[in-house]
């Protein structure tokens, strides 16, 4: 537990004991039981007042995510998910990325929602994530533990493997990240997609923020020259053969940009987000 060091105002109460708060000009994310209980905008939270945690998100596309975050996650599932961030980070000994508490609590509260519902995702690089994070590895391995005692579903080994992967991500302030020399890169793809799809993405969505993290992932990849098998290339062409289309595109852009090749496995996997994009946003 720890004290507000200064009085608050609420932007919004989100359920009882998560609230958003204007302190000092700044937007705070404060979470203790019954902090929201009977609250609205506008209420004041005393100086002194103890809280469980103080989320602190200065990137404002991040809080826009985390804010969705809470409204779509059941309240003590992203409780659990922010006990187990936290003990990563002590395990770890480091500050991770902000982009955790959106990135892993969205991740995991759709594994498990998958998982529950007996559809599994295969993970073709578990092997490699294995050998290259092994630290991370053991981490989820913690993670898929608490998962499984607190909402009684089974994680698979290849789940413990993206879990590892989102934990490497958010190391150092996103180690993963910084892979990428130059985040003109992704700019680009991402106008490259637009134009070419003639939609607008909403860079405050979680399939944004999904597309975004697929990236890193793939360029890290490509980079690694780590092979990735999607059993559904066939599929994926016939069905969404426009979104295959601008994912050669994008396909492109990479080799230039990279000097790497990329499969036609990468392009697949692109091409199923791109398709994504294309069915919940709106044309020109």
């Known amino acids: ?11 919004k109460s989100y359920n009882n004991n998560i609230v958003s708060v204007n302190m000092n000009g700044k937007e705070r994310i404060l979470f ?40 779509n996650v059941d309240e003590e599932f992203f409780v659990l998910c922010e006990k187990m ?11 991770l990325d902000e982009r955790i508490h959106v990135a892993l609590v969205d991740h995991l509260n759709f594994a498990v929602k998958r ?27 913690k993670v898929a533990e608490v998962l499984q005692n607190e909402k009684k579903v089974k994680i698979p080994e290849g789940e413990i493997g993206f879990i590892a992967l989102h934990i490497h991500s958010a ?27 003639e939609i607008k993405i909403d860079k405050t969505s979680l399939d944004y923020a999904r597309f975004l993290t697929h990236l890193r992932f793939a360029i890290k990849r490509i980079l690694d020259d780590i092979s990735i098998e999607n059993d559904f290339i066939k599929e994926i062409k016939s069905k969404y053969k426009l979104s295959y289309k601008v994912s050669k595109g994008v396909a492109k852009i ?6 790497k090749k990329v499969s036609d496995d990468e392009i697949a996997y692109l091409a199923m987000h791109i398709e994504r994009f294309r069915k919940a946003t709106i044309k020109f």
């Open 171 to 197: 190391r150092n302030s996103g180690k993963l990240s910084n892979t990428i020399k130059n985040t003109h890169l992704i700019n680009s793809i991402i106008e490259y997609v637009e134009e070419k799809t």
């Open 115 to 141: 998982l529950s519902d007996k559809e599994e995702i295969e993970n073709p690089f578990l092997m490699e994530i294995r050998a290259l994070y092994p630290q991370e590895y053991s981490l989820a391995e």
């Open 1 to 11: 537990m720890s004290k507000i060091i200064d009085p608050a105002t609420i932007i």
């Open 85 to 95: 961030i936290s003990y990563v980070a002590n395990e770890l000994k480091e500050n």
């Open 254 to 259: 990479l080799v230039l940009k990279l000097e």
């Open 32 to 71: 203790a039981k019954g902090i929201g209980f009977g609250r609205k905008s506008g209420d004041a939270i005393e100086k002194g007042t103890e809280v469980e945690k103080i989320f602190v998100i200065e990137d404002e596309d991040n809080l826009r995510n985390f804010k969705q975050v809470i409204e």
